[in-house]
C-alpha cells in the first residue's frame, strides 16, 4: 500500500461496525499506519461484530460497545476524530424483506443520525461510507458504472441507497465531506461464515473448511469479488482523497467469473472439495439480481486504485486462515 496516498499516522480514526469483517480488516491496516483507532459496534449477533477479529491488537485500539441507533452515543463519539468509516450497517438481503422496518433503522434512520451527530458536533470530520452494488438491482448493461440506473430489488437495497444519499446531500448541502464506495462481493480473512447474511461466499468457505460439501445455486450467474485488502486500500484512498468527496465509486475485482468458475476455483484452492448445484430456493430467487460485474474505471482513474490480490491467491488465503480460526467464528 502506498502510504503516501494515506496519510493515517497519528490521525484519529472512528470506525463503525468495527469489529466487524472490513471494519476489523481496515483497523489491523490502520493500527500499523500509526492511526489512533476508535470501534463502534453493537455486537448484536446477527450483524458480524466479533471480538476475535482484533486479536493481537487489542491494546492498541478503543472499544465502544454501542449501537449506531443510539444517537446520544454518536454525538459523543464523533466529537475530535478526524476520519469516520461508517461501515455499520444490516447487510442481509433476506432479512431485509423479513424484518425491513429493523434494516430501515439501522440503514437509513442511523445513517441520519450520525450525520446529524457529525454536522453539529465535528463538521470538519471526513466521512467514508460502504455501500453496495444491491442498489442497482437486476442490471440492464454489464459492466454497471455509477451512471446505471438504481433499481434495487430488496428492502436492504432501498434503504442502503436512502443511506449512500444521505452522505451525498451532507456533503453538497452541508459541507461535510464525504464520499461513498458501492462494494461487491467482498470476501477475506474475518468474513461472517456461520451463513449467507453478509455473502455467499462464507457459506462455502466454512463448509470447506469442515470438509463438507457446499452447494452452488444456480451456478452461471456472473460475478467480481473483491479481496479485503484491496476493499480497505480503497475506503483508505477515499479517506485520503478531497477529490473523493461528494463522489461514489464501484469496486470491482481482478476478474469475472461464474459461479461455476467460482466453484471450482475455491476447490483448487483448498486442495480439494465436492459441491453440488442446484436450484435457488425460492425466497432467494425472488431477490436474485443475475449477472452483475462493475466498471470500476472511475475510481482507478482518480485515486490510483487497483486490485493487487488475484482472485485464486485471495481464496487460498482466505482458506488458510479459516483452517487455523474456524471455531472462533462459528
Not at 445513517?111 to 437486476?138: D, H, M, W
Not at 463448509?207 to 452461471?220: H, K, Y
Amino acid at each position: 500500500m502506498d502510504k503516501a496516498i494515506t496519510p493515517m499516522s497519528g490521525k484519529k480514526i472512528l470506525i463503525t461496525g468495527g469489529l466487524g469483517f472490513i471494519g476489523s480488516n481496515l483497523t489491523h491496516q490502520l493500527v500499523d499506519l500509526g492511526a489512533e483507532v476508535t470501534l463502534v459496534d453493537s455486537l448484536i449477533p446477527e450483524y458480524g461484530g466479533n471480538l476475535f477479529n482484533i486479536a493481537g491488537i487489542e491494546d492498541r485500539v478503543r472499544v465502544n460497545i454501542s449501537d449506531v441507533r443510539d444517537e446520544h452515543s454518536m454525538k459523543y463519539l464523533v466529537k475530535g476524530q478526524d476520519v469516520l468509516f461508517n461501515l455499520a450497517g444490516q447487510t442481509s438481503h433476506l432479512d431485509s424483506m423479513q424484518d425491513p422496518l429493523t434494516d430501515m433503522e439501522i440503514n437509513v434512520r442511523s445513517q441520519l443520525c450520525i450525520l446529524e451527530a457529525c454536522r453539529l458536533y465535528n463538521p470538519a470530520i471526513k466521512v467514508v461510507f460502504t455501500s453496495t452494488r444491491q442498489i442497482y438491482g437486476k442490471p440492464e448493461v454489464l459492466p454497471v458504472d455509477e451512471k446505471h440506473l438504481l433499481r434495487p430489488v430488496d428492502v436492504n437495497g432501498i434503504n442502503k441507497m436512502a443511506g449512500e444519499w444521505y452522505h451525498t446531500l451532507y456533503n453538497n448541502v452541508y459541507n461535510l465531506r464525504a464520499c461513498a464506495v458501492r462494494l461487491t462481493n467482498t470476501y477475506g480473512p474475518r468474513m461472517r461464515v456461520k451463513d449467507a447474511r453478509q455473502t455467499f461466499l462464507g457459506v462455502w468457505i466454512r463448509r470447506l473448511a469442515e470438509g463438507q460439501p457446499f452447494e452452488v445455486w444456480g451456478g452461471e450467474q456472473m460475478r467480481d469479488f473483491t479481496y479485503v485488502d484491496d476493499a480497505v486500500d480503497a475506503l483508505l484512498r477515499m479517506a485520503g482523497s478531497e477529490q473523493a468527496n461528494g463522489k461514489v465509486y464501484n469496486l470491482g475485482g481482478d476478474r469475472v467469473v461464474s459461479l461455476h468458475e467460482l466453484a471450482e476455483l475455491i476447490v483448487k484452492a483448498n486442495g480439494g472439495g465436492q459441491y453440488t448445484v442446484c436450484e435457488f430456493p425460492p425466497e432467494r430467487k425472488r431477490i436474485d439480481i443475475g449477472d452483475y460485474y462493475a466498471d470500476d474505471r472511475l475510481i482507478r482513474k482518480e485515486l490510483g486504485w487497483k486490485p493487487a490480490v488475484p482472485l485464486p491467491d485471495g481464496l487460498s488465503r482466505t482458506l488458510e486462515y479459516f483452517r487455523l480460526n474456524l471455531e472462533n467464528y462459528l
